[in-house]
């Protein structure tokens, strides 16, 4: 497992996986930069209100804006980057598995409701977490532990339906569970992790795919 995020890491520069990375944030910027000029026009009017309902609705208005923005933006970015997901796992092989013969196509739709399902299971840990950030072992459990249940499902899903048939990526992740919640418990981590959260998508693409390589050749399934 390490090896894979050690290789993950180092693909960062590379051309392909560079313009997933800029494309991604620049059209998270785009989205909520549209979203925080809603809430600003949305401040504005409630700034109509007069005395202390007035100050508290725009001190409400700012305060939810900013927190908006800072949970949506690692959930736009896994939206967006699930739309390049297929680049950056033929990135991946191009360089460390040449020779495979071409992926099955993944139909757009489909890439849109991979990125929808982690977004909002992203979304969804962040907002259950948040009560128990005080209280850092159930905060571990539940943002790390649960998340990491979820997230190393759906990660090891959208890279295996490339190349198996559903059965097979079923069973596949049947026989190494914990193996792939462990993954999973390591990108919920980095999702955590102000700034580097923004393309942890891309990173826990790539490190799927590494870790989906090596499970597959164990098995001997292809």
Same mark, same amino acid.
């Given at each position: 497992?390490?090896?894979?995020?050690?290789?993950?890491?180092?693909?960062?520069?590379?051309?392909?996986?560079?313009?997933?990375?800029?494309?991604?944030?620049? !059209?998270?910027? &785009?989205?909520?930069?549209? +979203?925080? *000029?809603?809430?600003? #026009?949305? @401040? =504005?009017?409630?700034?109509?209100?007069?005395?202390?309902?007035?100050?508290?609705?725009?001190?409400?208005?700012?305060?939810?804006?900013?927190?908006?923005?800072?949970?949506?933006?690692?959930?736009?970015?896994?939206?967006?980057?699930?739309?390049?997901?297929?680049?950056?796992?033929?990135?991946?092989?191009?360089?460390?598995?040449?020779?495979?013969?071409?992926?099955?196509?993944?139909?757009?739709?489909?890439?849109?409701?991979?990125?929808?399902?982690?977004?909002?299971?992203?979304?969804?840990?962040?907002?259950?977490? !948040?009560?128990? &950030?005080?209280?850092?072992? +159930?905060? *571990?459990?539940?943002? #790390?532990? @649960? =998340?990491?249940?979820?997230?190393?499902?759906?990660?090891?899903?959208?890279?295996?339906?490339?190349?198996?048939?559903?059965?097979?990526?079923?069973?596949?992740?049947?026989?190494?569970?914990?193996?792939?919640?462990?993954?999973?418990?390591?990108?919920?981590?980095?999702?955590?992790?102000?700034?580097?959260?923004?393309?942890?998508?891309?990173?826990?693409?790539?490190?799927?795919?590494?870790?989906?390589?090596?499970?597959?050749?164990?098995?001997?399934?292809?």
């Amino acid at each position: 497992m390490l090896s894979a995020v050690v290789k993950a890491l180092s693909q960062l520069s590379d051309p392909p996986i560079r313009r997933v990375i800029t494309l991604t944030l620049l !059209l998270a910027i &785009l989205a909520i930069a549209l +979203l925080l *000029a809603l809430a600003w #026009w949305l @401040v =504005g009017w409630l700034s109509g209100l007069q005395g202390l309902w007035g100050e508290a609705a725009q001190f409400g208005g700012i305060l939810a804006t900013i927190v908006v923005a800072w949970f949506t933006f690692p959930a736009l970015s896994a939206t967006i980057a699930s739309l390049f997901s297929d680049d950056v796992v033929d990135a991946v092989e191009a360089r460390y598995y040449p020779g495979k013969p071409p992926a099955k196509q993944v139909p757009i739709m489909a890439s849109i409701w991979d990125g929808l399902k982690l977004a909002g299971l992203s979304l969804l840990i962040n907002l259950v977490a !948040l009560p128990f &950030l005080f209280v850092p072992p +159930l905060y *571990a459990v539940i943002s #790390w532990g @649960v =998340g990491g249940y979820l997230l190393g499902r759906e990660y090891f899903e959208m890279v295996a339906f490339r190349r198996l048939s559903r059965p097979d990526a079923h069973h596949l992740l049947r026989q190494y569970r914990g193996r792939f919640t462990m993954a999973g418990v390591l990108i919920a981590i980095v999702l955590t992790i102000p700034i580097v959260n923004l393309i942890a998508p891309v990173i826990a693409t790539a490190f799927m795919v590494h870790l989906a390589e090596s499970v597959v050749n164990q098995r001997g399934i292809r």
